[in-house]
């Protein structure tokens, strides 16, 4: 997973409009998120992982909005 992937999925979730589809598309960009920061060879700097907690704090706040 590269950085643009997980951002990519990060943006298709904040633009969702149709609430049936937000929670798929939550759940994706959090899987993505997870594992890019799982992979053994990735080369995480500080500012893409300030980016992934922002990104993980905007999830679960559109998460907790869609419930």
């Given at each position: 997973m590269?950085?643009?992937?997980?951002?990519?999925?990060?943006?298709a979730a904040l633009l969702e409009l149709d609430p049936v589809l937000l929670p798929k598309r939550i759940e994706a960009a959090r899987n993505a998120i997870h594992s890019r920061l799982r992979e053994e060879h990735?080369?995480?700097?500080?500012?893409?992982?300030?980016e992934i907690?922002?990104?993980?704090?905007?999830?679960?706040?559109?998460?907790?909005?869609?419930?």
């Open positions: 590269t950085r643009s992937e997980w951002q990519d999925l990060y943006k990735a080369s995480i700097n500080k500012t893409e992982l300030e907690e922002s990104a993980l704090r905007m999830l679960s706040y559109l998460f907790k909005q869609a419930a």
